[in-house]
């Protein structure tokens, strides 16, 4: 079985600053790893993803995260937050050959003028 | 493409009501998934669906029924709502099981 902890369950950060969210991950079998955001009232949309090759892998709208075997962990970063990142993010893990998708608790960005 | 819809948005029960969860995808994915969001506990899965006829328990089965109506449908049954069950529930599908999953845009139950 595999567990996800999110270190920050609440991230304030003014705009154009960096953010750093936290995730590490236990499992005895390799995995796969996703990040997902989910604006306010709305569903969970997939942000990025390491499934195999270059540890480091980027979205579209800047953020970016590293895979890091022996520390367990992918956290998600990104050099300048706007407005429009305000939301909540679910780290998540699954084993390579398993349906099970398991979340961390959630870290929930709020950016500030 | 709609991606996964979910029918209704919001809905209010007392205890004691039934009422089923709609999850529709088009995308011609083989697996679905319902998931349920609690404030602090991230998404836990409750029912998983690989493909059109089978369906298995997730971590939080208890007080649910599920039917995969066909290869696009996958419904979640409430057969005797309790307070516990107030929650936003989601509907995910993938291509195949390992495969990544896509959400829809979930549904607030709140159970009086």
Same mark, same amino acid.
């Given at each position: ?42 569903? $969970?949309? $997939?942000? $990025? ?65 | ?112």
């Amino acid at each position: 079985a595999q567990s996800v902890t999110q270190l920050d369950s609440q991230v304030p950060v003014f705009e154009e600053a960096p953010v750093e969210l936290r995730c590490n991950y236990s499992s005895s079998v390799s995995v796969y790893l996703f990040w997902y955001v989910q604006y306010p009232n709305q569903g $969970l949309q $997939l942000l $990025l993803k390491y499934l195999s090759g270059s540890t480091l892998v980027e979205s579209i709208n800047g953020f970016e995260a590293e895979f890091n075997k022996s520390q367990t962990s992918f956290h998600l970063r990104k050099p300048s937050v706007h407005i429009s990142d305000t939301a909540e993010y679910f780290c998540a893990v699954r084993s390579r050959n398993d349906y099970k998708l398991s979340f961390g608790a959630g870290t929930t960005v709020t950016v500030r003028a | 493409n709609a991606g996964v819809t979910q029918t209704p948005k919001f809905q209010v029960l007392k205890t004691g009501q039934s009422m089923t969860l709609q999850c529709a995808q088009d995308m011609n994915h083989n697996s679905m998934y319902w998931y349920r969001q609690d404030p602090g506990m991230g998404l836990r899965l409750i029912y998983y669906s690989a493909s059109e006829g089978t369906t298995d328990k997730g971590e939080v089965p208890n007080g649910y029924n599920v039917s995969r109506l066909n290869k696009r449908e996958f419904s979640l049954r409430l057969e005797s709502a309790a307070p516990s069950q107030t929650s936003v529930y989601f509907c995910a599908s993938s291509l195949t099981s390992v495969e990544t999953q896509y959400f829809g845009p979930g549904t607030r139950l709140l159970v009086l």
